[in-house]
């Protein structure tokens, strides 16, 4: 068995974010208030992490039964054994037609994914809880 990995679906709402941050920030600098600049730099600080979460984050299922999620290079990465999941949920977010597949792996933990494959992802990790079985 190999190691599978599933990529972050990038959705508009986060690359809204990313270009409003981004927005606000280059007209604080543009600005000629000290205080405004300040705030512009913690921005600009703000802009490159919430960047960074997007684009670096992954899902990876490795060989020897875990699932790795990670979240960008500022975040510790978190590990589930794949015979601890509970259960799978698609769910939708309110307001938006975006969904995610919220995970639960133990008593009240939980961890929300959002790949680009959503039913290929829970079919691999329920075919993987089957051959651990």
Same mark, same amino acid.
Do not use: W
């Given at each position: 068995?190999?190691?599978?990995?599933? *990529?972050?679906?990038?959705?508009?709402?986060? @690359?809204? %974010?990313?270009?409003?941050?981004?927005?606000?920030? &280059?007209? &604080?600098?543009?600005?000629?208030?000290?205080?405004?600049?300040?705030?512009?730099?913690?921005?600009?600080?703000?802009?490159?992490?919430?960047?960074?979460?997007?684009?670096? !984050?992954?899902?990876?299922?490795?060989?020897?039964?875990?699932?790795? @999620?990670?979240?960008? +290079?500022?975040?510790? $990465?978190? !590990?589930?054994?794949?015979?601890?999941?509970?259960?799978?949920?698609?769910?939708?977010?309110?307001?938006?037609?975006?969904?995610?597949?919220?995970?639960?792996?133990?008593? $009240?933990?939980? %961890?929300? %994914? *959002?790949?680009?494959?959503? *039913?290929?992802?829970?079919?691999?990790?329920? +075919? $993987? *809880?089957?051959?651990?079985?």
């Amino acid at each position: 068995m190999a190691s599978r990995t599933y *990529q972050h679906k990038v959705t508009l709402p986060a @690359v809204a %974010v990313i270009v409003l941050v981004a927005a606000v920030a &280059f007209s &604080f600098l543009m600005s000629r208030d000290t205080a405004l600049s300040a705030v512009a730099l913690v921005l600009v600080c703000l802009d490159v992490i919430i960047l960074e979460r997007v684009i670096h !984050t992954s899902y990876t299922l490795t060989d020897d039964g875990m699932l790795l @999620v990670d979240r960008g +290079r500022f975040a510790r $990465r978190q !590990t589930i054994h794949v015979c601890d999941i509970l259960r799978m949920e698609l769910r939708k977010t309110p307001l938006s037609r975006m969904h995610y597949i919220l995970i639960e792996y133990g008593p $009240r933990k939980f %961890v929300s %994914v *959002q790949t680009d494959n959503e *039913q290929g992802f829970m079919a691999e990790i329920t +075919r $993987r *809880q089957k051959l651990e079985a």
